[in-house]
């Protein structure tokens, strides 16, 4: 399978470039998908392409009287407080042999849309051991591709993340960054490997906006609401029926 077995469908061509493109495939713990799920939402974000694949689920997401494919590209508007954001949204597991297709894919759109950066929340799987020797709970930690990308994390302050494995998507996105010296950003909560996780989620998004939107989130609401995402993934992914390709992804973790 090569990067051609997946590609973008505009349904509307928007000036992005400057614009930041959040990762919301599926990680440990729904992060990014909670987390591009409530950027949609909190920005009112315009449904203006699909990625699309004769590998990607047989399914129709009904919305509002409104079919939608499993992969989803929303914008923002340019103008407004903060950074320009692009979503990449969907609720479904890419099967390994896809994760390269999709990666490629987006990182090639990104070029040709002359966007600054790519974002992907994850989920952080813990160690226990570390887990008992440090207060980690409630921070961020961030990876970047290129040196320019390390320095914007150190001057907000989020802590660098040092040893550990980044698997699935945001993994491939990372190396694909480096190798073409195009900026990517993974941020990281701790999050509970087998169930959505809003708590992590609200976390990155808290360093999202402090990052590129300076929205200024009330922190009680962002909560809530990552919990009625999670609850809305839940729901699409009991109903969805999906036939299960190769073997599962390894968890983004940290390690001592």
């Not at 469908?9 to 990762?23: N, Q, Y």
């Not at 047989?58 to 407080?81: D, E, F, H, M, W």
């Not at 990052?211 to 009625?228: I, M, S, T, Y």
Request: aromatic fraction near 6%; charged fraction near 25%.
């Amino acid at each position: 399978m090569d990067r051609n077995d997946v590609k973008i469908h505009e349904f509307k061509r928007v000036d992005l470039k400057g614009a930041t493109i959040i990762d919301g495939f599926p990680s440990v713990g729904l992060v990014s998908s909670i987390a591009a799920n409530y950027l949609i939402k909190v920005l009112d974000m315009e449904h203006i392409g699909i990625m699309d694949s004769v590998h990607f689920p047989t399914v129709s997401l009904v919305r509002n009287a409104t079919p939608l494919s499993p992969v989803r590209i929303y914008a923002g508007q340019k103008g407004k407080s903060g950074d320009q954001i692009v979503a990449f949204i969907s609720e479904f597991q890419a099967p390994a042999n896809l994760i390269r297709p999709i990666s490629y894919t987006m990182v090639d759109w990104a070029e040709e849309q002359k966007c600054k950066m790519i974002v992907s929340p994850e989920g952080l799987v813990v160690d226990p051991e570390l887990r008992d020797s440090a207060e980690i709970s409630d921070l961020v930690f961030g990876i970047a591709s290129t040196v320019r990308g390390r320095e914007l994390l150190k001057q907000h302050g989020i802590q660098s993340f040092e040893e550990g494995v980044i698997s699935g998507v945001a993994g491939v996105l990372l190396n694909e960054g480096r190798k073409r010296d195009f900026d990517v950003i993974t941020l990281l909560a701790e999050a509970h490997p087998d169930f959505p996780d809003a708590k992590a989620a609200a976390l990155v998004l808290e360093s999202i906006d402090d990052l590129l939107l300076g929205v200024d989130f009330d922190a009680k609401p962002l909560f809530e609401e990552a919990q009625r995402i999670e609850a809305h993934i839940r729901d699409i992914q009991k109903q969805a029926v999906t036939k299960k390709e190769g073997p599962a992804a390894p968890r983004p973790s940290m390690y001592g």
